[in-house]
């Protein structure tokens, strides 16, 4: 179990946490595995999301939903070391994205519940624990950001082309306009 827990804190390095640091935090963590295919979180799932992951082994692929449950778009696909669900440690509220398994998958999960027995056992830890992940969120956000302005150049671009289009389509056919 002593091995388990080094190799976790060795995984929380995105969290620029000291040794010591991790050790506490894995202390509150537990294992799980999903097979190769498990969608283990679902966008719009409103029960059972108050916890987050750290990724011990394996990959997954993160998407949204995009017109419909048929249709979503990769987000992002995360390895060994990243953490998944952060705000729903935070705030419980409904997920964002689904979350599949694309290889077989090791995970430590922290729950709400264990990030409040740290903040009440180890406040300065819980404090350093927590502005790691504000800090991963405000990179999320800033990432999000940066796609949004990408996306908003592609729509104006789309949009000047259709303007270029339909204004030829009327020069071809005058006779049609009233």
Do not use: Y
């Amino acid at each position: 179990m002593k091995k388990r827990r080094n190799c976790w804190s060795r995984q929380l390095r995105w969290a620029d946490l000291s040794p010591s640091d991790a050790r506490v935090v894995v202390g509150f963590m537990t294992p799980k595995r999903f097979k190769l295919g498990t969608v283990f979180i679902k966008e719009g799932a409103v029960t059972h999301t108050d916890f987050m992951m750290l990724i011990l082994d394996g990959e997954v692929l993160v998407q949204n939903e995009v017109a419909s449950a048929d249709d979503s778009m990769v987000m992002s696909i995360l390895g060994s070391g990243n953490i998944i669900g952060e705000r729903g440690v935070l705030d419980g509220a409904p997920r964002s994205a689904t979350c599949t398994a694309t290889t077989d998958l090791a995970v430590a999960i922290l729950s709400r519940d264990a990030l409040l027995k740290i903040i009440l056992d180890d406040a300065p830890v819980a404090a350093r624990l927590m502005l790691a992940i504000s800090k991963r969120l405000s990179d999320r956000l800033r990432e999000a950001n940066r796609k949004i302005k990408t996306l908003g150049g592609l729509s104006r671009a789309l949009q000047q082309e259709l303007d270029v289009a339909h204004k030829m389509h009327r020069q071809s056919k005058p006779d049609l306009l009233l």
